[in-house]
Structures are given as C-alpha cells and as structure tokens.
C-alpha cells in the first residue's frame, strides 16, 4: 500500500515538473520564416511579410519583445511559390525607434519606424535587380548596402526579371531571400517596373503586392486586371534633411570579368525582340534574363516619388 502511495506520488511530482518545465521552455520556433522584410506605412507603423508556417511576430523594444501581432493573409496572394504568406500590419509604434522582432520565437531582427522630421538618415537607392543565381555580383550589392545601414531602400522597378525568357517563379523567392541581407532591418519601399507587370502569363503584379505594403496607396487608371488595383503607387510626401545618400549600382551579368564598366551595357540589348522573352524553359540551362525595351508609358505604375519620364532597359 505504501508503496503504491509513493509510485503514485512520484508520477504526480513527475507530472507537475514537465507541465512546469514546459511552460518555462523559450518558445521554439514553428518554422524557420524567410523572405521576411518590411516597409513603412506610415510615421509610426510597418508591414512585416514573410513566407513560413509561424503567423505571430512578437516585437517589443528589448529582446524581451512584449507585444504580439498576427500575420493575416496578404491582400494579394504571391504566386511564386505555395508560401504560405503572411502580413502583420503594426501600428501605434513611437516615431523614429527601433524595436526588436522575431518570427515564430525565430532570429531576433530589429525594425524601426521612419526617421522624423529634421533627422538625419540614410538611405540606398537601386533598380533592375535580379535575384543571386542570374546576377554574380548582386550579392556584393547586397553587403555593401547592408553596411551601409540605411533606414530604408528604394527599389525603382524590375525586382526579379521573373517574367523574363528562361527565368522561373523561383527568382522571385530568391530575390526576396537575398534581399535579407539588409531587408530585416531596412525597410523594402518599392515601384512597380514594366518587368513586374508586362507579361501576365508568366508574373504579375500579386507577387509584389501581395509582398509590399505601401503607405498612402493609391490605384492607377488602367492598371493590370490581375493584381488590380490598389497598391499601384504611394508613398510619403513627408521630406526629411540630413545625410541622406543614394547608391545605384546595377548587378553584373554572370560571366562578366575584368573592371566594372561606367555604365550598364544592357541598353545594347534593346534590338533583342520583345517576342523573345515570352519564350521561357523550366528544364534549360539558366541565362541572364532578357531585357527588354521600355517606355515611359511602361512605368506607368512607379511610385509618385519619382516617377521617371522615360527608361533604358
Ligand atoms: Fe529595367
């Protein structure tokens, strides 16, 4: 009989340790969440995105983080692969600070609110991007922006070439796992290029949108019907002063040796047919993307930031 007390008394304790050890366990992480990045939406509030199975990011002003938001399924759905996606809008943060975040008790990231009024703040300005797998120097890019540590980055249109002949929906996953080396930390404030939209059979538009949350969006005249419309243009009229610094540095194409030229050599490209990037081959080997030409009505859908009155490539 007392025996029998004491097993019973034993599994009881046992019992009540691995409850109690299992609530004092840190959380561990659902899934490792990638392509995770953020842009501004306005003077104290983000859009973080990210692809993996974990939907809460708790973020807080410490490590210790405090605060949970919910990732909800974006507006538009990304095509590229089967995600899933997910949004988690924050808003009521403090203007100009930096908080810390992490994704389904994944890596501690930091992202901040928009710098103020009369701050100072850098930024990185790029455009005709790729992903790492076409364009062998884009990394380099990537790390040196990255160093730079700017509070945000304009990216001007052509993200991934992902309609592009012989490209694949997988550059769009890998553009925005490459972007990671400075996209956790900077936000990711984008324009639409002809390359994101021009050729729905291959790309549209719901890969970006679905992806980028911008401030004050607004829908255009004539936009795609997939993808349509919202999220068009946007951004902030808001000007700030300081030392602000803009970096343009267009990816190498792969092969490429020797000293980096002055200028892209991509506008020579311009006599290769626009027929010719509606042809596209899963099994083939890779190539650089094509580039097409392009017209000013082609970037009809960049933000109104700067909107360009015509392009090269
Ligand atoms: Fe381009």
């Known amino acids: 009989m007392v025996a029998r007390v004491a097993r019973a008394l034993v599994a009881a304790v046992l019992a009540i340790a691995l409850i109690l050890l299992g609530r004092m366990t840190p959380a561990v992480a659902d899934a490792a969440a990638d392509e995770v990045h953020y ?3 306005g003077g104290t509030s983000v859009a973080l995105d990210w692809r993996g199975t974990a939907q809460d990011v708790r973020y807080g002003l410490t490590t210790d983080y405090g605060q949970t938001a919910t990732g909800t399924a974006p507006q538009w759905t990304p095509i590229s692969s089967a995600g899933p996606f ?27 609110t ?50 592009a002949a012989n490209a694949t929906q997988t550059v769009v996953d890998q553009h925005f796992n490459d972007v990671m080396a400075w996209s956790t930390s900077a936000a990711y404030m984008p324009a639409w290029g002809n390359h994101e939209w021009e050729s729905p059979a291959v790309d549209d538009l719901r890969n970006y949108k679905g992806r980028l949350l911008m401030p004050n969006a607004q829908a ?23 030392s602000s610094r803009i970096r343009s540095r267009t990816p190498r ?26 042809s596209r081959s899963a099994t083939g080997p890779r190539t650089p993307p094509d580039i097409t030409p392009e017209t000013a009505r082609s970037r009809a859908f960049s933000t109104g930031l700067a909107r360009p009155t015509a392009s090269t490539c």
Do not use: K
């Open 39 to 41: 842009t501004f939406t």
């Open 86 to 112: 997910w949004q988690a809008q924050i808003s009521g943060l403090t203007a100009a600070t930096t908080y810390h975040y992490s994704i389904g008790g994944g890596p501690d990231y930091t992202f901040h």
């Open 114 to 163: 928009p710098p103020a009024a009369g701050q100072s703040f850098r930024f990185d300005a790029i455009g005709d991007i790729g992903d790492t797998t076409h364009f062998s120097h884009l990394a380099d890019t990537f790390s040196a922006i990255a160093a730079d540590q700017p509070s945000f980055v304009i990216m001007d249109g052509d993200l991934t070439y992902a309609n």
């Open 220 to 242: 255009s005249p004539g936009s795609p019907e997939t993808s349509c419309c919202g999220d068009d243009w946007g951004w902030s009229t808001r000007v700030a002063s300081g």
């Open 253 to 278: 194409r792969p092969g490429a040796t020797g000293r980096r030229r002055p200028a892209p050599s991509w506008p020579t490209r311009r006599t290769i047919p626009r027929s010719a990037t509606s």
